[in-house]
């Protein structure tokens, strides 16, 4: 028997292999290569060649770089908004999906088709809605009476622009998981809360949220992992202005590298560090969902 | 016996070297006369501007002329420069030719030796007179100064003018001609401001755009008078690399800017010159300032524009410290590292050429070439050319380029906004000084 | 009647959401049959419609190279990431493998779904100039493992696990091999899972941005990088843009229209079970 469990043991193994090596070509090489080059200034604009062993000198740079920590501080402010407002949106959605039985799939096919399109397109497609001299959102606003928005010149609008877009595209993503966590659930539980008569807030806060915990708890820490890289929705729609008030982390890394200024050491320990980051900001979300749901 | 056979191998060696060069020379000489690169493709790396947009329809002549298959990509300006950099700085760039300029991407292909020396080419043909370009814009693509070896063929030029509404100013009773300070143009603002409130934004000038401190240059010049400046690193640092931001004509130059910027339409803090023109076009602002000449081609084609036939050109108004603006180019360069520098050379050359430079003009309003502005000025009208004489006689090579340059471009884009959305332009101006020192330093250029 | 009043509320509050979250996508696809005059106001209609505007973004410079190249690219790295992914998923969940390993695997995965693709931008690039990768299908095939890897052994890991695996002792005591285990047994049970997970990484590869951004520049370019091009360009035409941007999104619409049910469960699942 040994006999066998050992030979079942090293197939598996062997069943390994293609993934290991793929992963460790185009994973672990990388980020290896990728920490050792953050211990050099090396800045293909001022020579390709020149490539000097700095230490940590990269590392301490970035904690005098407020551009660095100003597009972190965007990019934060940025996912908790957007997280927020997800979440609120897509239970609502969810809860109401759950509740209507004639044409459910139609509606629902419509909210979660966002989550398929490409954030660029995404991003191109409210760049031109948004325009705030002749983008259509603006005119809707003026026929009803109301002022346009500066939707993409206002330092104080522009991280809501942002979570605008953001929240039409992913909310879907939310209200699927919300709708599968109350499909989910036990009848019998419901019906016995509605002879007891307790009202319908009640019903959601005693019955229904303990089990939906878990669901909101995995499709939080998930959607946060996604919302720290925001890229292409900065980058397209806004470019980080005006004066950098919606510049987000990833961009900022990525001119400073290969999409601008090439300076190739400090970009990657940024990057890096940007990792130690996200890694940080999910644990605390993770975190504070438990703690939420433990004072119960 | 042996010497002889050693002699006889010798013999038929020398007679098919022989016959073999002479039948190469013949054979090659032959296909020289027709299309020697015929089979090779150049690929061009293009900017989304008015030049491109007219050149692309005519390449396929030049593909039936010379054989050589010309592969074209378009690249929006927002990200056409990071573009180029990262192509340039790779083993192997993946274009010939490119649309270059004397700005920083420039210096870096000469500094690094990934841009093309083209003295040896210039004079190669003739038919293609290269004295008809005019060579103060030509030194303007020789590095590292106007001393230099040429690395780009010019095929646009831009002077920084501004723009009006001839028929607002009618209608408001202002006569443009007498409008000769900027005061005066402050005043005429005002009055247009208070004659169409929210319909027609007085002003529309560039916010968040990459390449707005090109620009700026011409602004700051206004002010600058007679005083020297260093000309690659134009107002802002000295010989000893001390800054100068805070320096009134500098001062004053963003400050005009930045007034300008919070006169435009709703959102005007992020137009890029693609949303300039196109709200200018769209008859949506009264002016359009310290913008490229060459817009005039867009502006007075009715297929384009709403505002055709409504367009008033003149240089900047005076100030009362100086009267000035700057000018820039395009041109068209070739990457060190090109597998067809030849085949490349050959497009260059087409599409700087005489008959090229005039059949872009109506586009680009700003041919390089003497012999087309001799042609096409009727076309352009007098009041156009006038504008842009006047602006020339006082313009300078607006060119920027240093180690980090970008990095201070980028601030400097920062520091407009800030002011324009209502900062204290000293304390922008104070905060703008010390990062651009910080810049110099960490470049290493400070104590060279 | 309480009711009725209750659920007539829920049908108005989901339509006006409905109606909100479809417009922008209503509005791209009438835009893209407008004359670039008409496009800067929602209720100036162009008659006849303008079809040439998706000739015209079809045929603008590269743009059906790069579809024809994202397929490619999509196709591809999604093959190979399943058959990789589902040999590996299958090895974790079902080897007599320690605990301690299957969890030690189990977790690099996971985290390696965290790390930003910005770490691995430069060290690729300079991997791909030293290895002419650079600007090539086949490099950005391998590239996108990095996303579609991980990815594709998560959500088949979950699939393998509701397997039961007394399925596959039953078919060892009728004689399978270990291999024939693999394939008869499990492989087909886990057909829906491969349908899925091979669904959104498709999506996933289609609608990546960065790795094309950096690797990738006129010879193996996708259309995403190809739609951030249109920008400067569609400034001026929004119809064009628009069409461009109905082109891109046709694979989802076919994928919505038939697999609506891989769909689904694929974006529910990433999320429920870790």
């Known amino acids: ?296 | 016996m042996k010497t002889s056979k050693k002699l006889m191998a010798l013999l038929l060696a020398a007679v098919m070297i022989i016959t073999s060069f002479a039948f190469g020379t013949i054979l090659t000489g032959a296909e020289e006369a027709e299309k020697p690169y015929e089979g090779q493709t150049v690929r061009v790396l293009l900017n989304s501007h008015p030049w491109q947009q007219a050149i692309e329809p005519m390449v396929h002549e030049f593909e039936e002329a010379t054989g050589i298959k010309v592969e074209i990509t378009v690249l929006g300006e927002d990200i056409y420069w990071d573009r180029v950099n990262l192509g340039l700085s790779s083993a192997e760039p993946p274009f010939d030719v490119f649309m270059l300029s004397p700005n920083m991407t420039g210096y870096n292909g000469y500094t690094n030796g990934w841009i093309a020396n083209l003295d040896d080419y210039v004079y190669q043909s003739e038919e293609y007179d290269f004295d008809d370009i005019y060579p103060y814009i030509v030194d303007g693509f020789r590095f590292p100064d106007a001393e230099g070896s040429i690395y780009g063929i010019p095929l646009t030029m831009e002077t920084y003018i501004v723009f009006y509404r001839k028929d607002l100013f009618e209608e408001q009773g202002i006569d443009a001609s007498a409008l000769e300070t900027m005061d005066d143009w402050w005043a005429a603002l005002d009055k247009i401001h208070e004659a169409y409130g929210d319909e027609i934004a007085p002003a529309v000038i560039r916010g968040q755009d990459e390449t707005m401190p090109d620009e700026l240059l011409a602004a700051v010049y206004n002010h600058w008078g007679d005083k020297p400046y260093m000309a690659q690193r134009m107002f802002y640092f000295d010989e000893e690399w001390n800054t100068h931001f805070l320096d009134d004509a500098v001062k004053e130059g963003f400050a005009d800017w930045a007034k300008l910027l919070s006169m435009g339409p709703i959102g005007a803090t992020s137009f890029t010159w693609y949303e300039c023109v196109n709200q200018f076009a769209a008859g949506n602002a009264a002016t359009y300032w310290f913008d490229a000449s060459l817009f005039a081609g867009t502006f007075e084609d009715p297929e384009q524009s709403l505002v055709a036939g409504k367009v008033g050109y003149t240089a900047p108004p005076k100030t009362p410290t100086g009267n000035g603006t700057t000018h820039w180019a395009w041109g068209l360069g070739i990457t060190e590292a090109s597998p067809v520098k030849d085949a490349a050379w050959q497009f260059v050359q087409w599409g700087t050429s005489k008959d090229i430079n005039e059949r872009t003009a109506t586009a680009t309003y700003g041919p390089v070439r003497a012999s087309t502005w001799a042609a096409k000025s009727e076309e352009f009208g007098e009041e156009y050319c006038k504008a842009v004489d006047e602006a020339l006689n006082i313009s300078a090579p607006g060119y920027m380029y240093f180690n980090g340059a970008a990095e201070v471009t980028g601030r400097i884009i920062d520091a407009v906004v800030r002011i324009s959305q209502g900062e204290d332009l000293d304390e922008v101006m104070n905060w703008m000084d010390a990062e651009a020192q910080a810049i110099v330093e960490k470049e290493g250029l400070k104590g060279e | 009647m309480k009711k009725k009043r209750r659920n007539l509320i829920r049908y108005l509050l989901i339509s006006v959401i409905s109606l909100l979250f479809a417009f922008p996508v209503i509005w791209v696809f009438i835009t893209s049959f407008k004359k670039p005059i008409d496009a800067t106001s929602f209720f100036r209609f162009t008659i006849p419609p303008k079809f040439d505007n998706y000739l015209d973004a079809w045929l603008n410079s590269g743009f059906s190279k790069a579809f024809l190249n994202t397929m490619v690219i999509s196709v591809v790295t999604v093959a190979i990431s399943l058959f990789a992914g589902f040999l590996f998923a299958y090895a974790i969940m079902r080897s007599p493998i320690s605990s301690k390993v299957r969890k030690f695997f189990f977790n690099g995965v996971y985290s390696m779904r965290i790390i930003p693709e910005m770490v691995f931008l430069i060290p690729l690039f300079i991997l791909y100039q030293e290895t002419k990768m650079y600007d090539t299908i086949l490099g950005l095939i391998f590239a996108f493992q990095v996303l579609t890897l991980p990815y594709c052994i998560m959500l088949l890991c979950n699939f393998i696990r509701d397997i039961p695996p007394d399925l596959e002792w039953a078919a060892r005591l009728d004689g399978c091999s270990e291999g024939q285990v693999m394939s008869r047994v499990v492989l087909p049970l886990c057909m829906p899972g491969i349908v899925t997970s091979g669904i959104l990484a498709f999506i996933a590869v289609w609608t990546a941005l960065m790795f094309p951004l950096a690797l990738a520049y006129s010879k193996a370019t996708t259309v995403a990088v190809t739609i951030s091009i249109f920008k400067g360009y569609g400034s001026f035409n929004w119809p064009v843009m628009a069409a461009a941007s109905m082109i891109i999104t046709v694979p989802q619409i076919l994928l919505f229209a038939f697999c609506n049910k891989y769909l689904i469960s694929g974006y529910t699942m990433g999320a429920v079970k870790e």
């Open chain 1, 1 to 296: 028997m040994s006999h066998t469990v050992n030979r079942r043991k090293r197939l598996g193994y062997m069943y390994m292999i293609p993934s290991l090596v793929i992963l460790a070509v185009f994973v672990i090489y990388p980020v290896i290569y990728g920490a050792v080059t953050s211990l050099y200034d090396w800045d293909w604009v001022a020579g390709i060649d020149k490539k000097l062993f700095v230490g940590l000198g990269n590392y301490l740079q970035i904690f005098s770089d407020r551009l660095f920590w100003n597009a972190l501080k965007n990019t934060v402010i940025f996912a908790v908004l957007s997280l927020l407002a997800e979440f609120v949106l897509g239970l609502c959605c969810a809860m109401l999906l759950y509740k209507i039985k004639k044409g459910g799939v139609i509606f629902r096919t419509v909210l979660i088709f966002p989550l398929t399109i490409s954030d660029m397109v995404a991003a191109i497609m409210w760049r031109m809605m948004l325009d705030p001299a002749s983008g259509v959102v603006n005119q809707m606003l003026r026929s009803i009476g109301l002022k346009p928005v500066d939707w993409l010149g206002n330092a104080n609008i522009v991280i809501f622009t942002l979570v605008l877009v953001e929240v039409w595209w992913m909310t879907g993503n939310i209200t699927l998981i919300m709708l599968a966590g109350l499909q989910s659930m036990p009848i019998d539980q419901l019906e016995c809360g509605q002879i007891d008569g307790a009202n319908s807030w009640q019903r959601f806060r005693y019955l229904q949220w303990p089990h939906l915990r878990s669901f909101a708890e995995s499709a939080l820490s998930l959607r946060m992992i996604d919302l720290l890289r925001v890229f292409a929705i900065a980058w397209a729609v806004t470019q980080g202005g005006p004066n950098r008030a919606s510049e987000v982390s990833q961009q900022y890394i990525y001119t400073n590298g290969l999409g601008g200024y090439l300076d190739i050491g400090y970009s990657i320990a940024m990057a890096i560090l940007f990792s130690v980051f996200v890694v940080a900001i999910v644990a605390v979300i993770k975190r504070i969902i438990r703690i939420g749901g433990d004072n119960e």
